[in-house]
């Protein structure tokens, strides 16, 4: 499919009636960590999401809530308001709003006033899970059932998640994601070494299947005359991707086998967080805290990496990434620290937009043409009243990556179908 420059407009742009923009507004998505309010009455936190300004909360009974980010008085910032008593008070004249945008008081307003029962903010319906705060953000009779994907079944001591920004649309946090073949190369961390298991096969067949949460698909490198190095994606609709971290970077299983995943949350056009997951492939090995602040760190998105009291990186395009040429001769392919960094300096280096209509896509570009199409297919259901691919939550609970070392011709399906079936 050759994506024209209004296709790619539709693909990419999120804000109120865009037709993207609807298709997301069918999926509980992130609004932010649970980190960032983590007491009742603590301070609000500010929100852009899907192009919208707003505002998230904890009130006194542990109640969160997802409201709009001015008041409707005179539309003041509600961020500096005063979390009290079950409600969010606005500095300017003390009007106060609960989670569901309701204005229970309006001191400014002699007593016997009724005006504030004609008053409200818009609220978003909330669900914390995870270790986040999912919101819905469209039309109330089409509100599915809250996710219930694997790894929101994962018991605190085994799952790990974080969230960065990034200065560039989601979709190309996605084709990133989803693209087996580049980390060959963009990742390819020592050049020096010629038995890293991606580089033995750099240009991996991929086969993709469509189910009804998204797609999965193989990517297949034939790493020897009898072996092939099998991964199996998912992509989970709207913006999901799931891979598995079983072995390590020459085939040698991992002594904490963990799978992987991001969601590239659109905070408006050109702009995306990054929530990333990693949790454990089973029971028996738990995920301490020190474990997944050692992975944050090689990925290049430990908290120390990011700017001071905020989830964006140090190593940005204003510094060029911090960029060695000299690595990048000697050591590794990008001279760039950090496989998280590595990605976003290509990704953001497209610009806010990438121009798709300038792309020449090959055969390793599979994935990434199959999920332009389903995001499209799924604006055209919404537009025709239609619930999107992957909305409801029986859709996707079941899904799983994986990775194995296959003899050479063996179907992958039949191969892995056991090794992607959840354990949670």
Request: net charge negative; aromatic share 10%; with cysteine.
């Amino acid at each position: 499919m050759h994506i024209t420059q209004e296709l790619n407009k539709r693909l990419t742009e999120v804000g109120p009636g865009t037709p993207m923009g609807e298709v997301l507004r069918r999926y509980w998505i992130p609004a932010c960590l649970s980190e960032e309010i983590p007491v009742a009455d603590g301070a609000p936190v500010r929100v852009r999401l899907l192009g919208e300004d707003l505002v998230a909360f904890r009130d006194s009974a542990n109640e969160i809530g997802l409201v709009e980010a001015y008041c409707a008085h005179r539309r003041a910032p509600l961020f500096y308001g005063r979390n009290e008593e079950c409600g969010l008070r606005c500095v300017y004249h003390g009007w106060k709003f609960d989670t569901q945008g309701a204005c229970v008081d309006m001191p400014s307003e002699p007593p016997f006033s009724k005006f504030r029962l004609r008053v409200a903010i818009k609220a978003y319906p909330t669900y914390e899970k995870g270790g986040v705060v999912w919101t819905y953000m469209g039309p109330t009779p089409e509100m599915p059932a809250p996710p219930d994907y694997e790894w929101l079944r994962v018991p605190e001591t085994h799952l790990g998640v974080s969230k960065t920004g990034e200065h560039c649309n989601f979709l190309q946090g996605i084709e990133g994601g989803i693209d087996t073949a580049h980390s060959s190369f963009a990742h390819n961390n020592d050049i020096t070494n010629k038995n890293l298991l991606r580089t033995l096969d750099p240009h991996p067949s991929l086969e993709v299947d469509v189910e009804p949460w998204g797609f999965r698909y193989g990517s297949i490198r034939n790493i020897s005359d009898d072996q092939s190095y099998v991964r199996v994606y998912q992509y989970v609709m709207p913006f999901q991707q799931m891979r598995a971290s079983l072995v390590d970077p020459e085939g040698n299983p991992q002594q904490m086998p963990a799978l992987d995943g991001h969601m590239w949350v659109p905070i408006d056009d050109e702009n995306t967080y990054v929530y990333n997951i990693k949790y454990c492939a089973t029971d028996a090995v738990p995920m301490p805290r020190e474990r997944f602040l050692a992975s944050e760190k090689r990925n290049g998105r430990h908290p120390d990496d990011r700017i001071g009291g905020t989830y964006w990186l140090k190593r940005n395009p204003s510094n060029d990434y911090l960029i060695d040429r000299e690595v990048q001769r000697t050591k590794t392919f990008t001279g760039i620290e950090g496989v998280n960094t590595q990605d976003y300096a290509l990704q953001e280096g497209m610009g806010g937009i990438v121009r798709r209509d300038l792309e020449a896509l090959g055969s390793t570009d599979r994935a990434i043409q199959s999920c332009r199409e389903l995001l499209l297919q799924a604006a055209d259901d919404v537009e025709a009243g239609r619930p999107p691919r992957g909305s409801e939550p029986e859709s996707h609970r079941a899904t799983r990556a994986g990775e194995m070392f296959i003899p050479r011709g063996v179907p992958w399906r039949d191969a892995t179908k056991d090794l992607t079936e959840v354990v949670w």
